[in-house]
Structures are given as C-alpha cells and as structure tokens.
C-alpha cells in the first residue's frame, strides 16, 4: 500500500510560523495544557538518548525538543536546532542564552541538511513533517545524517481513527484550536490551516508505512498519545 503524503508551499509555511513566532510558545502551551512539554520529554525517553550523544533536531521552532535533549546529553554532548524560520530560530536563540543551555541553532532546510552522513546518535522533528513539502524526503535526510543504529524520532498529530477519542479530538481542534491560537496571537487563519493540516495528514500504520517506504530503517513503531491526540514515531537507522 502506497501513502501519498504531498506536503504545502514553504513559503507559506515560512510566512505562516514567522507571523505567529512570538506568541507560539504560549499558544502551545494554552491549546495542549502543557502536555505538550511532556510528550516531548516522552519522545527523549524513548529515542534511548545518552549523556555525550549528539542529536539534531529538525524543523526545530523555538527549541523546546532540542532543549529536552541537550538536558540529558549533558555538557559533553552535543545538540543542533535546525529551522528554516528565521523568526522561529531568533526566539530559540534567545531562550537559549536565557537557559544558559549549549544548543547551535542554525538556518537550514529539513529536505536538506548541512550535515555529512551518520553523523549524529538521534534525529529529531516534532509537530514539523507534516508542514514539509516531502515527508518522505525529510525521513530520508533524517537517516542520512544518523549513524547505523541510530534513531529518527517523530513527534507529530495526525487522522485518529480511535473509537472513543477520534472524534472529541477533531472536535477540539476544529474549534478549540483555532480559538485559543487566536485569543494569543491574533492570527486565527493560521491556526485554522494548522487543525486542517493535522486532520488530512497520515497517522498511525499509515505514517508507518511512510516510514517503509523511505526505505532507511530497519525497524519502525509507535505509540499513541492521549488516546490519538498526537503520535510518537521510532524509526531505527539501518
């Protein structure tokens, strides 16, 4: 079974998280009630991170994931933050001399990481391949850059097809959403395309099968998160 998975423009996507960036922090938080902060935290725990690894993080935002890992990696290891958003990656440089935590935060395409092969021990992205033109494309970049053995991690939403909670979630973000990203940064429309974007993009087996079809992992799984409110995906380099 094919899945097609044909990401927006990304200059829309560019246009829509710079408009947004200096009240996304407080959106987030708002619209999932911090639970975000803890799936996160989740998405660390499982990638099976150690103290001196290193870890790229892509389509990065204000570098709330890459500043979970760089926590555990301690100071003898190393994290990246990449994001083609320049509005974005200001915050998370700003946040990291704040922190006093070691994160590079640098300008760069998830379809094209300026970084040689099997360099780093995880790549990451979360709440970001789905606003990617080529998903696909983005797994394979991710594994590119991560050593054999190594894992992709993805943290993202996606169309739940749970019995129970499937349809609260869409309800919630059809209009909660849109609602609360507007009461924070005034920009309704851009949490309107946001709640759209999650509902048509695949989740479950059917972002596994995106994973099989990338052809770079050996294995692939994930868990569930509040009932299908969002995924997590481990993806192990081969």
Request: aromatic letters at 10%; one cysteine or more; proline letters at 5%.
């Amino acid at each position: 079974m094919q899945i097609q998975a044909k990401g927006p423009d990304p200059q829309f996507i560019k246009d829509l998280f710079s408009s947004i960036s200096p009240g996304y922090d407080r959106a987030n938080d708002l619209m999932t009630f911090g639970i975000a902060r803890l799936w996160r935290r989740q998405l660390v725990q499982w990638s099976g991170i150690q103290p001196g690894d290193q870890v790229i993080d892509c389509a990065t935002g204000t570098g709330e994931l890459a500043f979970a890992f760089k926590e555990v990696v301690g100071p003898t290891g190393k994290v990246k933050g990449v994001d083609f958003c320049s509005e974005m990656l200001a915050m998370a440089s700003k946040k990291a001399r704040k922190s006093g935590l070691d994160v590079e935060f640098k300008l760069a395409d998830a379809l094209d990481l300026p970084y040689e092969d099997n360099r780093f021990t995880v790549s990451s992205i979360a709440f970001g391949i789905r606003n990617v033109q080529d998903p696909i494309k983005a797994l394979q970049e991710m594994a590119r850059v991560t050593k054999p053995g190594g894992r992709v991690m993805v943290l993202e939403t996606g169309d739940s097809r749970m019995p129970v909670f499937g349809p609260m979630i869409k309800f919630y973000f059809q209009v909660g959403v849109p609602l609360l990203g507007s009461l924070v940064t005034g920009k309704r429309s851009a949490y309107e395309y946001l709640n759209s974007s999650s509902n048509r993009f695949p989740g479950q087996e059917n972002f596994l099968e995106l994973m099989r079809q990338a052809n770079c992992f050996s294995s692939w799984e994930h868990k569930n998160l509040l009932g299908g409110a969002s995924y997590l995906y481990r993806g192990l380099v081969r």
